[in-house]
DNA sequence: GTAATATGTAACTTTTGAATTACGCAATTT
DNA sequence: AAATTGCGTAATTCAAAAGTTACATATTAC
């Protein structure tokens, strides 16, 4: 398999609910940091923390503007994602194609 | 979002390394549980509790035959992924169409 | 310049999860 | 029927992850 070029692996990323959500918070609009923590019940720094590690496996990027920082989606790590997804897609066209030949075998014995 | 049928979700079931492997090494053939733990350095236990895991989150079956249990690949946990990701590849094309009409637009001005 | 804002980080606690050992039990084998 | 094999599971330990509070720092506002 591919090795990745994130200190954190997509897969570890994407186990915390928060984080997911997090994501899905940013189809909407680009947000700070702070603006991201207010729809969460735990604290900043927590959010603080999940920012960074999204950040660290491809599936954010970060715009420092003054003091703030601007968070928005990136695609590597959903990249990521869809490659080891693919690897996997080779498996069930091997099983379709062999489904197709015992239904075939079958109608021949028939 | 679709609420999963499965009690555990996906993302927590793929954290894992090494549930990840177990899912590599079923690409290549349908094992039971003590084959598939002879291929790790962690204890026949251990195994049994990933193959649980992997099994309440849709990425595999089960069939018993005697006393040896079989596990295979399932789709449904894989769907579960994919389904995940194009939630996200709506984002995507949306922001392609937002360079497009930048790209239209500075051209215009030219 | 002083106050307020936006943030990162360190120290610590709590929670969660992975691993192990020990055991039990049903299906085979001999 | 006794021994072996292929598991599941409970109890426990250990480590990693997530959360909190407290504090430091750079930017912007006043």
Redesign the interface.
């Known amino acids: 398999m591919a090795k990745g070029k994130y200190s954190v692996d997509c897969?570890?990323a994407?186990?915390d609910p928060n984080r997911?959500e997090i994501?899905?918070m940013l189809?909407k609009e680009k947000q700070n940091i702070n603006a991201i923590a207010d729809n969460f019940n735990i604290s900043r720094p927590a959010v603080s923390k999940h920012i960074k590690v999204l950040y660290d496996s491809g599936f954010i990027t970060i715009t420092t503007q003054g003091r703030e920082r601007y968070c928005e989606?990136q695609?590597q790590g959903?990249d990521e994602?869809?490659e080891?997804?693919s690897?996997?897609e080779?498996?069930?066209t091997k099983q379709l194609k062999q489904l197709e030949v015992f239904l075939k075998t079958r109608h021949a014995k028939k």
Do not use: A, N, P
């Open positions: 897969f570890q994407l186990s997911r994501l899905m189809t989606l695609q959903f994602l869809k080891w997804i690897f996997f080779t498996y069930w």
